[in-house]
């Protein structure tokens, strides 16, 4: 695009190709089509050409812009969708650990019938069972801890934030 006389690219293979003069004490360079012109006087393309780069250069510049933007509204609404998706994971949760909870302790007054279970009271019978297994096995665990404690082992602040926990509900 910018090989015409005086581009970038031609502008020295332009004076070999010219020669030079001396003149009246000045040198002179000529060009290619053996006219005589200053070398200090070239623009390095026409004034046509460097109206097209300018244009081209303002063009890129408006289109990178418009891609900044883009991606600026994409990123914004990528956070409002992962703000939509933290609060629906966090009601998520408390529904599963509700209905984990329901589970152990078998249904309320009222709760809905799970379709496709054998034998929903055998089924709760079988989860309060295995709760009282583990509400012992949490008895003795604490006991373990308070004889511990006791003793003085390496890890007493731990057990006693363990114990805390325990006491306090």
């Known amino acids: 695009r910018w090989g015409s006389n005086g581009s970038a690219r031609g502008g020295r293979a332009g004076l070999a190709a ?8 000045a040198e002179e360079f000529t060009g290619p089509g053996g006219g005589q012109e200053d070398w200090r006087g070239q623009s390095r393309g026409s004034l ?3 109206a097209e780069r300018y244009a081209d250069l303002a ?14 509204w994409h990123n914004a609404r990528l956070r ?13 949760r408390r529904e599963n650990r509700c209905l ?16 496709g279970a054998a034998d929903p009271r055998e089924e709760a019978e079988a989860l309060r069972a295995q ?26 602040s731990e057990l006693d934030e363990l114990l805390e926990e325990e006491e306090q509900p």
Do not use: I, Y
């Not at 984990?100 to 379709?115: A, K």
């Open 18 to 25: 010219g020669g030079s003069r001396r003149r009246g004490g």
């Open 48 to 50: 046509q050409q460097l």
């Open 59 to 72: 063009a890129s510049h408006t289109e990178a812009l418009r891609q900044r933007e883009e991606r600026e």
């Open 80 to 92: 409002q969708e992962n703000a939509r998706l933290r609060l629906e994971n966090r009601r998520l």
């Open 100 to 115: 984990f909870r329901q589970t152990l302790l078998g249904p309320g007054p009222g709760g809905p019938d799970r379709p």
């Open 131 to 156: 709760l009282g297994r583990l509400q012992e096995k949490h008895r003795r665990a604490l006991e373990h801890l308070r004889r511990c404690r006791a003793a003085g082992g390496p890890e007493v």
